[in-house]
């Protein structure tokens, strides 16, 4: 049973460009969300995608914008890279009604590094 | 605005003694606990979740226990191994209904070392 998976691992960018992450959910599930995770900080919400459409956003910009695939896959895309988008990018992927738990199952995550 | 804290960025544990993680929360809306554990280069693993309906969930040698009137969470790991250092993550969510998964709010962490 394959886990959440995400590529790229490493990821270096110039301010200014833009980037896209790429996260697959976990055999089962339909529901993709995303979490920036800063240097000793814990993961923050940006935002959760649920057949194909964006159902809760976090404190993010409109930089962040996302986009779900019929095959429940999701990308990431950040515009204008600032410096402060450096982080640890997860996805996490869960089963809307799948019970009391719902629980999100994490991926490896991309390290994105903005120079 | 910190709703889920964790206050011990360190903790230091003798191999086969409890370890004892606290966290706390202001968001009396939470009714789904959750904790992660997170090895250097990992995303974070699933250990052990609790809802707000009960005080206690145990799964092996992990127990999480619920107080609500405090909104203090804590997980014991008993007993203690070397394998089970790591950054833990204690994360929290309110119902949007309808078996919605909901966006968790985690803490900051607390990095466990088990000496052996």
């Known amino acids: 049973d394959a886990g959440v998976t995400q590529s790229p691992t490493h990821l270096i960018k110039t301010r200014g460009q833009q980037v896209t992450l790429r996260c697959s959910p976990k055999?089962?599930?339909?529901?993709v969300s995303w979490y920036q995770q800063a240097l000793g900080q814990g993961p923050q919400f940006i935002f959760q995608y649920y057949e194909e459409e964006e159902r809760q956003r976090g404190n993010f910009p409109d930089r962040f914008s996302g986009h779900q695939f019929p095959n429940y896959s999701s990308e990431l895309n950040v515009n204008a890279l600032l410096l402060g988008d450096s982080a640890l990018y997860l996805c996490?992927?869960?089963?809307?009604?799948?019970?009391?738990?719902?629980?999100?199952?994490f991926g490896p995550g991309t390290r994105l590094t903005v120079l | 605005d910190q709703q889920v804290k964790q206050n011990s960025p360190s903790l230091s544990v003798q191999e086969g003694r409890i370890s004892i993680l606290n966290c706390d929360y202001t968001n009396s809306m939470f009714d789904y606990f959750l904790w992660y554990k997170k090895y250097p280069a990992e995303g974070p693993t699933f250990l052990i979740s609790?809802?707000?309906?009960?005080d206690k969930n145990e799964d092996g040698r992990f127990t999480v226990f619920l107080n609500k009137s405090a909104k203090h969470l804590s997980l014991h790991i008993v007993p203690s191994q070397p394998g089970d250092s790591a950054v833990y993550f204690c994360?929290?969510?309110?119902?949007?209904?309808?078996?919605?998964?909901?966006?968790?709010?985690f803490g900051t962490g607390t990095l466990l070392a088990v000496q052996p």
């Open positions: 996490a992927s869960s089963l809307i009604g799948g019970g009391v738990t719902d629980t999100q199952y």
């Open positions: 055999s089962g599930h339909d529901t």
């Open positions: 994360a929290a969510s309110a119902a949007l209904g309808g078996g919605a998964t909901n966006k968790l709010i």
């Open positions: 609790i809802s707000s309906i009960k």
